[in-house]
């Protein structure tokens, strides 16, 4: 799998409207989402983070970017969270990586065989995740890591856009928290899911699969995000978290 670099990419052409239609392949897609402007709140906290930094990666160059999904360009499964964090992967260039989240949930990756190594540190220390792509609902860093309704909106199509390209091959959808979850659930709406009335809720480990079209269906499950708010308090252990994705693990190879 080639390393995702870590230094901005060229900030043209840029993109102002993010649009879920024309992707023919993950790479165009990845490169129109690292080049987003589109809601100007996000895109001044995320250069300020990258500008100002902790004073612990005082040293290093910030992404400062949207961050694109890691991992195969046809996963069995799609683990769906919130945001990247401001001095996570806002600063690492790939998502989940430098923050507390993701050593979680990178560790559990690796326990239940979907990570080839549990740690995961910067964007060229190796890592590879089998069947499994690791992407956001929102793009950006938020402040407070919360995203406005209007955020959240804006930023949809791009996960409309790479469901519609990795869909044919996805058999579960991991979704980390609430928002995740709502997230998902709508963007398999609009990529075709049938959704039960009533909606679904979340919950940690609640499982509903969901009919596509051409009789495809596609298993959704909740799981706690792995926030340091979950795992300080005990909400979430790690037997929990190793729980919901051994399940999405064992329902990837399931014939």
């Known amino acids: 799998m080639a390393a995702r670099m870590t230094t901005p990419p060229d900030p043209t052409p840029r993109s102002d409207s993010p649009s879920a239609d024309g992707w023919s392949d993950l790479a165009a897609l990845d490169a129109a989402i690292s080049d987003c402007f589109a809601c100007p709140r996000l895109v001044a906290w995320r250069e300020e983070v990258a ?7 005082a040293h290093e160059t910030y992404w400062g970017r949207p961050v694109p999904g890691f991992g195969p ?9 919130l945001a990247p964090a401001a001095h996570g992967a806002n600063r690492t260039g790939r998502i989940f990586t ?5 050593d979680w949930l990178f560790a559990s990756l690796h326990r239940v065989g979907l990570a080839n190594q549990p ?26 890591n919360k995203p406005t309704t209007e955020e959240r909106d804006t930023c949809a199509p791009w996960l409309d856009a790479e469901l519609g390209l990795v869909l044919p091959s996805v058999r579960v ?19 075709g899911a049938v959704i039960p009335v009533p909606r679904p809720k979340f919950g940690h480990g609640a499982e509903v699969v969901l009919a596509l079209p051409q009789d495809q269906q596609v298993r959704l499950l909740g799981c706690y ?31």
């Open 73 to 81: 360009e046809h996963p069995e499964i799609l683990v769906v969270g």
């Open 98 to 102: 430098g923050d507390r989240s993701g």
């Open 119 to 144: 740690t995961s540190v910067h964007a060229d220390d190796g890592l590879e995740l089998a069947g499994t792509r690791v992407l956001s609902a929102v793009r950006c860093a938020p402040p407070d």
């Open 173 to 191: 959808v991991v979704a980390l928290g609430g928002f995740g979850w709502q997230a998902s659930l709508t963007a398999l709406a609009r990529v």
């Open 225 to 255: 995000h792995p926030s340091p708010q979950n795992t300080f308090t005990w909400r979430l252990t790690e037997a929990m978290l190793d729980d919901v994705l051994g399940r999405a693990a064992a329902a990837r190879l399931r014939p």
């Open 51 to 57: 500008r100002v930094k902790r004073a612990s990666f």
